[in-house]
């Protein structure tokens, strides 16, 4: 029922910039929270970061905190992650996700469980 549209990744080097964008589909939008996690290749898929639905509270791993920042934007239902200081290791996969259903406790942003749909994906290459 709810489609989700990742895009804006790319090829980059160490130190690069990009915003990846997930478009959403509903009148509801601001009633999901969101999140983004990624799958590198030979590795099981991870949580990055993730956003409340009403609170706009921002959640991130330890990986990747401090360099990215997740933002959403309810009038247009859009999701963005901006991407700074870029490194090798963060060539992956990225996933938009949502969960429509109730409100969460806070632990549970960082389960994939929590989430009840998934966009296709957009690839991230960062190079040394």
């Known amino acids: 029922q709810v489609q989700l549209v990742e895009s804006g990744g790319g090829l980059g080097q160490a130190g690069d910039s990009l915003r990846l964008s997930c478009a959403a589909s509903?009148?509801?939008?601001?009633?999901?929270?969101m999140g983004w996690f990624r799958q590198a290749p030979g590795k099981e898929r991870e949580y990055v970061a993730a956003?409340?639905?009403?609170?706009?509270?921002?959640f991130y791993a330890d990986s990747v905190k401090g360099r990215f920042t997740i933002s959403r934007d309810n009038a247009n239902n859009m999701m963005y992650l901006q991407m700074n200081m870029l490194k090798p290791e963060d060539t992956a996969i990225y996933y938009c996700?949502?969960?429509?259903?109730?409100?969460?406790?806070?632990?549970?942003?960082?389960?994939?469980?929590?989430?009840?749909?998934w966009g296709q994906g957009t690839q991230v290459a960062v190079s040394s």
């Open positions: 996700a949502a969960r429509t259903r109730k409100s969460l406790s806070t632990s549970a942003y960082f389960m994939e469980g929590a989430y009840d749909y």
């Open positions: 509903g009148r509801a939008f601001r009633n999901y929270a």
């Open positions: 956003i409340a639905r009403s609170t706009g509270i921002t």
